[in-house]
């Protein structure tokens, strides 16, 4: 289960987000299995695709194409 502070930082969009990052770089961020149905983290700092895919529905998200691409990829190792 994610961490709920977590979840609510994140909620508060990406300035809180990157604000929380910046001030707390040695916490891993826990978000299994968060529902981010329509969260837009485009711009979010250290949001990593491996904890990303960890999320429900995080393909219904806003976010950095860059960062989807590399979800994606890690998505396609796991299914070989």
């Known amino acids: 289960m994610a961490n709920e502070e977590h979840l ?3 909620n508060q969009g990406v300035e809180a987000w990157n604000e929380w990052r910046e001030k707390n770089p040695q916490i891993t961020p826990d978000l299994i299995k968060a529902n981010l149905t329509g969260a837009n983290l485009s711009g979010a700092q250290d949001l990593t695709a491996k904890q990303l895919i960890t999320t429900i529905n995080w393909q219904e998200a806003i976010l950095d194409s860059s960062l989807r ?3 994606e990829k890690h998505i396609g190792q796991k299914n070989r």
Do not use: Q
Request: proline share 0%; hydrophobic share 65%; no cysteine.
């Open 69 to 71: 691409v590399e979800a």
């Open 8 to 10: 609510k930082i994140l």
